[in-house]
């Protein structure tokens, strides 16, 4: 048995997390703040935010002294925010992991973890009023689709590192994997095998913070280096002629840097947009980056998603203007 927060149900060592959390979070959105164009850093920021939410709801509720909501709604904030996270995650792994093959699951996953969630408390509940029965049937398309898209997750980082080798993406990759995992064991812990929830939640929030710092320097990390190659593309930039005749007159340099910046390009995805503003084909610039060119194809669809442009001359245009 956990001890509790005096006069709530809240365990004092989830609790302590929760604090943790929250210093993590307003640490974050401060350096967001300071860096709008890190698109993973929000993604994290939302993950971060849902699952305290999730250990808030969870922590507090259900508990009968609390007389102003209803036992329903109670059980529903207890075990629902679970789900939200949960439904969330498809979101994370597609933009923080920039598998386009993902798409299909950033878009529609969600409905594989909510949709269950819904008739279950929704409508089965409130009808039999057996939350043992909800807990455990309602985990089982969840979990089918959590199997599914993990799987496909790391078949898919295996194959994109087979084609270009980069063992620091494929880390980053893998790191995300890792810090949403432990969630989609937790029903088998909780629901079938009735473990107390301090305890999955306490072992989920540890293995979360510990990944997740992991994550974060990692994010820092790859933060700094897109800086320093943004120096020295603005430097290479600079030693560009501007008197050699050219179809169309070149903008500033730093129009097209602030540009790359601005729909949130990686290190490699600007390295790529630079060659192909400089003309060279598919095959070409992934023979002068050494990848394959089907890794320079995903890079070109990720560039075009973020840029909302569909060919090479609008690429050109949009970033230089």
């Known amino acids: 048995m956990s001890m509790t927060l005096i006069g709530t149900n809240m365990p004092l060592l989830i609790f302590a997390i929760v604090i943790i959390e929250l210093f993590l979070l307003f640490n974050q959105c401060f350096i967001y703040l300071i860096r709008p164009n890190e698109k993973k850093r929000l993604y994290h920021l939302w993950l971060l935010l849902l699952l305290i939410l999730y250990n808030v709801a969870e922590g507090f509720f259900p508990d ?22 949960a439904a969330y995650c498809p979101k994370f792994f597609y933009e923080c992991m920039e598998l386009t093959e993902l798409r299909w699951h950033g878009k529609f996953g969600f409905l594989f973890i909510l949709m269950p969630a819904l008739v279950f408390y929704f409508i089965l509940y409130p009808i039999n009023h057996d939350i043992s029965f909800t807990r455990k049937f309602v985990y089982i398309i969840p979990m089918v689709y959590a199997i599914t898209i993990f799987t496909t997750a790391i078949r898919l980082m295996l194959k994109h590192y087979r084609q270009d080798h980069d063992k620091r993406l494929l880390q980053e990759r893998f790191l995300v994997f890792f810090s949403v995992f432990p969630i989609s064991v937790t029903p088998i812990f909780g629901g079938w095998m009735g473990l107390d929830k301090w305890i999955i939640t306490t072992t989920f929030n540890v293995g979360f913070l510990i990944v997740d710092a992991i994550y974060m320097r990692q994010v820092v990390w790859l933060s700094r280096a897109e800086q320093d190659k943004l120096t020295e593309l603005t430097n290479k930039l600079q030693e560009i002629d501007l008197e050699t005749p050219l179809v169309a007159p070149i903008k500033p340099p730093d129009n097209f840097l602030k540009n790359c910046l601005a729909f949130g390009f990686t290190k ?54």
Do not use: W
């Open 64 to 85: 009968k002294r609390i007389t102003i909501i209803h036992d329903v709604p109670q059980a529903f904030l207890g075990f629902g925010f679970g789900y939200v996270f």
């Open 268 to 321: 490699r995805e600007i390295e790529i947009s630079e060659l192909v503003a400089q003309g060279l084909e598919y095959k070409k610039i992934a023979e002068k980056l050494n990848i394959s060119e089907r890794t320079v194809t995903t890079h070109i669809q990720n560039i075009y998603s973020k840029s909302g442009v569909s060919n090479k001359t609008s690429l050109v245009i949009a970033l230089n203007q």
